[in-house]
């Protein structure tokens, strides 16, 4: 027995001896793991002048896995999509806001960080995160590096993100309407991707997202009227005419918990199409 651990720590010594690293590691950083110095450019320049400097939000392209989700595969964000980007983000909403709330709504209903994502984040049940409200003052926005400028299609989807996360953030401030949470309580449900936008609508609700839960249901019912616009929520009461009361009534209060916050939202909505008109054009 003794022979045979000796021949085995011989064996383990043999292998640990024999096993011969030729790889040299690297003397320069590992751009991303932490700690990178860069010269600022013109993108820079660009996002501390109409970012920074008027409400001090800080837009973080550069990659820090400590800003998002280390649990899921994600990927920078292309720096030549930034600035189109944050160009639509500016037009689309804080331009609108800016215009009808005054100078002064977005510095007090503030975001103090938009961190930006190459990829989707892709969930276990199946589901895709394009956007996320963090702390009532960060966004995290995904999927840049599908984003054009002369897509329509891309500019409604991104800016529908960025509107329903800021009015998370509202609603973090201003408590969502008491008479809200009757309207479409027992559609409720954490399963709701088995069901389609469709089966949503005949529901009472904009989109089956609303019907993760009466947050959602809140802020994707903003989100659709400012950027799907007005057409889009008439066409779809039209569509399901039984929910016609349940679809105006949520409209209603969306107007007037906007009023409480000093915003028309009627002069908000046409706002946020010239936005988008003017971006995609």
Same mark, same amino acid.
Request: with cysteine; proline share 3%.
């Given at each position: 027995m003794y022979r045979y651990a000796y021949f085995?720590?011989?064996?383990?010594?043999g292998m640990l001896t024999?096993? %011969?690293?030729?790889e040299v590691l690297p003397t320069e950083p590992i751009n991303g793991l932490g700690g990178d110095d860069w010269t600022f450019n013109a993108?820079?320049?660009?996002?501390?002048e109409n970012f920074v400097i008027p409400y001090n939000i800080e837009? %973080?392209?550069k990659w820090d896995p400590y800003e998002v989700n280390f649990n899921r595969n994600l990927v920078p964000p292309q720096e030549?999509?930034?600035?189109?980007?944050?160009?639509?983000? %500016?037009?689309?909403w804080m331009d609108p806001y800016k215009k009808i709330g005054g100078d002064d709504f977005l510095k007090k209903y503030q975001i103090l960080?938009?961190?930006?994502?190459?990829?989707p984040e892709y969930q276990e049940n199946g589901t895709v995160i394009l956007g996320t409200a963090e702390g009532g003052n960060k966004i995290i926005l995904f999927v840049v590096n599908y984003f054009a400028k002369n897509n329509r299609t891309e500019v409604v989807r991104m800016?529908?993100? $960025?509107?329903?996360?800021?009015?998370? $953030?509202?609603?973090?401030?201003?408590?969502?309407?008491?008479?809200?949470?009757?309207?479409? =309580? =027992?559609?409720?449900?954490?399963?709701?991707?088995?069901t389609t936008n469709e089966q949503a609508n005949k529901q009472?609700?904009?989109?089956?997202?609303? %019907?993760?839960?009466?947050?959602?249901?809140?802020?994707?019912? $903003? =989100?659709?009227?400012?950027?799907?616009?007005?057409?889009?929520?008439?066409?779809?009461?039209?569509?399901?005419?039984?929910?016609?009361?349940?679809f105006r009534r949520k409209e209603e209060l969306v107007v007037a918990y906007y009023k409480e916050l000093g915003i028309d939202f009627r002069k908000l909505q046409s706002e946020v199409k010239v936005g988008i008109a003017l971006i995609t054009q």
């Open positions: 085995l720590l011989l064996l383990v010594f024999g096993c %011969k690293k030729t993108l820079d320049d660009y996002l501390y837009v %973080k392209y030549n999509r930034v600035r189109p980007v944050m160009e639509t983000v %500016k037009a689309v960080k938009y961190v930006l994502v190459g990829s800016m529908h993100t $960025i509107h329903h996360e800021f009015a998370h $953030i509202l609603h973090q401030t201003i408590a969502i309407p008491q008479a809200w949470r009757t309207l479409s =309580s =027992s559609w409720y449900t954490a399963t709701w991707y088995n009472g609700l904009i989109t089956a997202y609303a %019907k993760s839960t009466m947050q959602e249901d809140f802020v994707e019912t $903003i =989100s659709t009227l400012l950027v799907e616009g007005q057409a889009h929520y008439d066409a779809v009461i039209a569509a399901n005419p039984s929910q016609e009361a349940t």
